[in-house]
């Protein structure tokens, strides 16, 4: 199954912009890259996917690299709100495989 | 609205003892999943169903089962022979491989 590497923790101040990226070197032409993030006792919520090409939405945009093996959600501005751990996947199959994923820290 | 619930949101278990756990989706996705997390680890995937009447083990399936006999609903039964099943359980339903998943809010399962 693909893998996805994360750091384990960031910090950002609030109201500046975050970069939270993500390696995907075994990344296959037909894979979906998708991220979420969990709030403390609650699901995963859905944050952004895409291809190949970079993607925008009201929440966060995706940048890939042109090759496709690495990626980088960007909180724009972050809020406390924003506080969380979020993670990268592959969708290559009818599953998804779960790291880790990153833990975001906002400071106020 | 659509969505995915799970009941109950918490539930206290004896020692040898099953219990089920509930999860239903009136999104009329077919794929529904069952995910464990342990305190500070990321998801696993316990079970998964492609379509009504079918289901495949994921990577900790021991100790737990399933059905899937309507489209919506697709309960985990945690037996007793699973054998450190404190955790939170979280279940989840996507229409095809490009679409994202839909979580529900979880039941957190403590052995007492």
């Known amino acids: 199954d693909a893998k996805t590497t994360q750091p384990n923790s960031m910090e950002s101040n609030e109201e500046e912009p975050v970069h939270l990226p993500c390696n995907h070197s075994?990344?296959?032409?037909?894979?979906?890259i998708h991220w979420y993030r969990q709030l403390p006792s609650q699901g995963p919520e859905y944050v952004i996917h895409?291809?190949?090409s970079n993607v925008n939405n009201r929440m966060a945009s995706l940048a890939i690299a042109e090759d496709r093996k690495s990626s980088t959600l960007i909180l724009h501005r972050a809020t406390l709100r924003d506080a969380a751990v979020y993670y990268c996947?592959?969708?290559?199959?009818?599953?998804?495989?779960f790291g880790t994923g990153t833990r975001l820290k906002v400071l106020a | 609205d659509g969505g995915i619930t799970q009941s109950p949101k918490y539930l206290f278990r004896k020692e040898g003892q099953n219990v089920t756990l509930s999860c239903e989706q009136n999104?009329?996705?077919?794929?529904m999943y069952w995910y464990r997390q342990d305190p500070g680890q990321g998801l696993r995937l316990i079970y998964y169903?492609?379509?009504?009447?079918?289901?495949q083990k994921g990577d900790i399936a021991e100790g737990y089962s399933v059905s899937r006999e309507k489209k919506e609903s697709f309960p985990l039964t945690v037996t007793s022979a699973q054998k450190n099943p404190t955790a939170f359980y979280l279940c989840?339903?996507?229409?095809?491989?490009?679409?994202?998943?839909?979580f529900g809010s979880g039941t957190r399962l403590t052995v007492v």
């Open positions: 169903s492609q379509i009504v009447n079918d289901f």
């Open positions: 895409g291809l190949t």
């Open positions: 075994t990344i296959s032409g037909t894979d979906y």
């Open positions: 999104l009329n996705h077919d794929a």
């Open positions: 996947i592959l969708s290559r199959t009818y599953k998804y495989i």
């Open positions: 989840a339903s996507r229409q095809g491989a490009v679409y994202g998943y839909t």
